[in-house]
Every structure is written in structure tokens, then in C-alpha cells.
């Protein structure tokens, strides 16, 4: 694999989400997670990984083992690993790690808890719970909406098949989602956990790709009609600013918001605090029908080609 260079950075990701449920709760009937006291919408940090392992495993299709948690296959992870590296490997736990992780993009992304088989075992079951711990370089935090956000006030759907044998009528269901959310979603990559699970400046470029094109892509009935509307990753030697989100005004110029030219983005804040300690953006993606003050603050401290 090419030398290590990633540098330590943070990512600050807005996508919108319109009459679709961008994260459903199981445990409420999978209607989209919310703060109900905020009218916040919410959505897991698992919820975006599963759209970049996904996008990923297509765009790696010619090798299945490159993601290590495929929800395309049920299997355990020992199984999975099995399928790539003998139990010999692991009697070198650093020659272990370093097979793993160049193996698996998503585990040098995101890490993983990688079961160690019993010494003597062919079985390949694991032994008292030992496992190696890799922690993953790219992590982000919950995403929440940056507007408040009012659930589709009709929610029951019919399907074309009978609830049950000898019923005549069509079964009804629930069918939950929200008229429109500005979600974004903070990110941090840390430059010394990269070099422990062996990331490379490639790997960034595949997530930076993932990030802007896996969600559209990766559409299903109830995640149709959500789309990226700003990225940025940012690369520093100078240490992380802290929720990147914050740094982000909306106005709102029709109220309830119910699609993008219902608001503005104001990141004149955002900028200014990149300037001021000398942040360079990695890479950047802006929707061109947003209507972001200082758009072009993106490109003068950019270094993306």
C-alpha cells in the first residue's frame, strides 16, 4: 500500500432530505428519529457508514472482501475474516492487524473488534473473548437536522397482497417520513490512528467520493429524494476546531422550509476561523442550487484540485 500521509481533519457534511425517512427508529415504529422537545430530525453515525460501506462495496465489486461488514451477506465475523486470512496469521497479532486492515477498507476507515480464534482450534471460534481493537481514524458524530422539521401528517399506505390468507382486502401499513430536513453531520479524521490501521490519502479520496455520491446512489423506496448539498474536509497540522456545525447560520426565507430555496447557509463564520488558523480544505462539494454566502471562501482556502 502507498506511504501513510493522511493529516489530522474534519469534515462538516449537509444533505437534504425531502417527504422521505432519512433514519427510522426501531424501537418507535421505525417513524425518523427526532427530538420531539426541538423538533430536531436525527440520524445515527451507523446510518451514514451503512451508506459508505454500501456505495463502496459496488465500487469495489471486482474484490467482495474489501468491506468487511457487507450487509449484502449475513455471516459472523469469523467467518468473514476466515474467507481472507488462515488462523495461522494471528500468531503474529501486528502481522494479524496489518493482513486485516489492508484488506478491509472499511476497518482502516472505521475500525473494527476483530475476534482472535482459540489457539489449536481449526474451528476458528474465538477464544475467551480476545479480539484485536482496532480503532477507526474516521469517525463522526450523530447528525441532526439544522432546521426544525414536521413529520408527514399522513402516514398509513396499502400494499397489493392480503394481510392474510382468505382476507380479500389489500393489508394497510405505516409509512412514516418527514416534508423536509437540512441534516449535517460533523466528522473527524485523526492522523495517528490512520497510521495505526494503515488509511492512505487513496482511501480519503474514495471516502471523499463516497460521501458526495453514496446517498443519492444508494436510494431506496424510503430513502428516495435525499441529496448532498455541501462537503468539506479539511486538512490541518494545527489541531481540530471542534464541531464544525457551529459554524454554520441558516435563514430562513419561507417558513415551514420544505425545500432548498426555502433557506440560506451563511459560512462567512466557518471561513474566517479556517483563515485565522491556517486550515486548508481537502476537499469541497457545493450544490449549485444552495444559496451559501461566501461560496467562493471554500476555493480560496482549498487545495482541492
Not at 449475513?74 to 492487524?97: G, H, M, N, P
Not at 396499502?158 to 416534508?179: A, H, L, P, Q
Not at 451563511?266 to 476537499?283: E, H, V
Amino acid at each position: 500500500m502507498e506511504n501513510n500521509n493522511v493529516k489530522d481533519g474534519e469534515i462538516l457534511f449537509l444533505y437534504e432530505a425531502k417527504l422521505t425517512n432519512p433514519n427510522g427508529d426501531i424501537d418507535d415504529e421505525n417513524r425518523p428519529r427526532m427530538d420531539y422537545d426541538t423538533f430536531t430530525n436525527l440520524v445515527s453515525d451507523v446510518r451514514l457508514k451503512r451508506y459508505i460501506r454500501d456505495y463502496l462495496q459496488d465500487d469495489l465489486s471486482e474484490d467482495k472482501y474489501n468491506i468487511f461488514i457487507n450487509h449484502g451477506d449475513v455471516q459472523t465475523a469469523k467467518d468473514r475474516l476466515r474467507e481472507i486470512v488462515s488462523d495461522d496469521i494471528f500468531k503474529d497479532i501486528k502481522k494479524a492487524r496489518d493482513a486485516i486492515t489492508q484488506k478491509f477498507i472499511d476497518i482502516r476507515m472505521f475500525g473494527a473488534m476483530v475476534p482472535i480464534p482459540k489457539k489449536g482450534n481449526n474451528s476458528g471460534e474465538s477464544g475467551s473473548g480476545d479480539s484485536i481493537k482496532i480503532i477507526g481514524p474516521v469517525q463522526f458524530s450523530w447528525g441532526y437536522s439544522l432546521n426544525k422539521v414536521q413529520l408527514l401528517n399522513s402516514y398509513s399506505i396499502t400494499s397489493g397482497f392480503s394481510s392474510s390468507e382468505g382476507n380479500k382486502m389489500n393489508s394497510i401499513g405505516k409509512d412514516y417520513r418527514v416534508y423536509y430536513s437540512l441534516i449535517g453531520f460533523y466528522g473527524v479524521i485523526s492522523s495517528s490512528r490512520a497510521k495505526k490501521a494503515n488509511l492512505t490519502s487513496e482511501d480519503m479520496r474514495k471516502l471523499d467520493d463516497a460521501m458526495i455520491k453514496a446517498i443519492p446512489s444508494q436510494a431506496t423506496r424510503s430513502k428516495i429524494n435525499q441529496m448532498p448539498l455541501l462537503y468539506m474536509r479539511t486538512e490541518s497540522e494545527n489541531g481540530f476546531i471542534g464541531d464544525l456545525r457551529d459554524y454554520v447560520k441558516i435563514s430562513i426565507k419561507s417558513d415551514p422550509i420544505r425545500n432548498i430555496n426555502d433557506y440560506k447557509l451563511d459560512i462567512n463564520d466557518l471561513i474566517s476561523t479556517l483563515k485565522s488558523r491556517d486550515i486548508k480544505i481537502a476537499k469541497s462539494f457545493v450544490h449549485e442550487k444552495l444559496d451559501c454566502e461566501n461560496k467562493d471562501g471554500i476555493k480560496n482556502i482549498s487545495n482541492d484540485d
